[in-house]
């Protein structure tokens, strides 16, 4: 079965400052997502970045990025350039590619951008 | 990007009554969705897999008595909770992929709905 980890479950950055939320995972399934989601206080779940486990290249969408090391089965976001909008719960997942597109997600990392 | 509605976003109920909520895909066809349930400043937990056409998929330790799942159609799943009791009182979220199956597949999750059951 597979697990995600989240160890950190706050986290505080100021202002335009950078921040790495880290996600470590355990699959022995050698095709799988990862994903990243933002889930601010109302409640939806926002999709940020994926990374495919065979993908040569870390994902980048716009200030996020998703630093993947594969050999250490982690995939920790780095949202450069923080926004005070910025400030959610942030939740890694992933997702079996024949798993019928199942996620499994972590615990989450409440971050809080300060001015 | 592809929507997915829930309704309603927010109900309050008694113990001993049950309550249904409904998930919809608005421009796309979803023979899959999915239903979590979320505590507060919790993780999302897979409750369910609804499938189109057949019976659902529940995760272990989930009651299929107490969440019915039913998938009338390709753009909605219902969950009903039935007999609620306050520990029932949750935030439920239901999701669908969009893409082909077995490769990346991005999911688009509704809203939500807050239960209460007082």
């Known amino acids: 079965a597979q697990k995600i980890t989240q160890t950190q479950p706050g986290m505080f950055v100021q202002e335009k400052e950078a921040v790495t939320l880290d996600c470590t995972y355990d699959?022995?399934?050698?095709?799988?997502?990862l994903f990243w989601y933002k889930q601010p206080s109302s409640g939806e779940m926002i999709f940020l970045i994926y990374?495919?486990?065979?993908?040569?290249q870390n994902a980048t969408e716009g200030r996020y990025s998703l630093n993947f090391q594969k050999a250490r089965k982690s995939a920790n976001l780095v949202i450069s350039a923080s926004q005070l909008g910025d400030s959610a719960m942030y939740f890694c997942?992933?997702?079996?590619?024949?798993?019928?597109?199942?996620?499994?997600f972590g615990t989450g990392t409440q971050l809080k951008v300060e001015l | 990007g592809a929507v997915v509605s829930q309704h309603p976003s927010r109900v309050i109920c008694k113990s001993g009554t049950s309550v249904k909520i409904e998930c919809r895909s608005l421009?796309?066809?979803?023979?899959?969705m999915f239903w979590y349930r979320q505590f507060p400043k919790k993780s999302l937990m897979l409750m369910a897999t609804?499938?189109?056409?057949?019976?659902?998929?529940?995760e272990q330790g989930v009651e299929k008595d107490k969440f019915l799942i039913n998938h009338a159609s390709l753009t909605l799943s219902t969950l009903t909770v039935t007999s609620a009791h306050p520990e029932d009182s949750s935030f439920y979220i239901c999701?669908?992929?969009?893409?082909?199956?077995?490769?990346?597949?991005?999911?688009?999750f509704g809203p939500g709905t807050r239960l209460t059951v007082l």
């Open positions: 999701s669908a992929p969009f893409g082909l199956a077995g490769f990346y597949n991005e999911q688009f």
């Open positions: 699959t022995s399934d050698p095709s799988y997502g």
């Open positions: 990374q495919g486990s065979y993908d040569q």
């Open positions: 997942a992933m997702s079996l590619t024949g798993g019928g597109n199942k996620l499994t």
């Open positions: 421009d796309f066809q979803a023979t899959t």
């Open positions: 609804s499938n189109e056409g057949s019976k659902a998929t529940y």
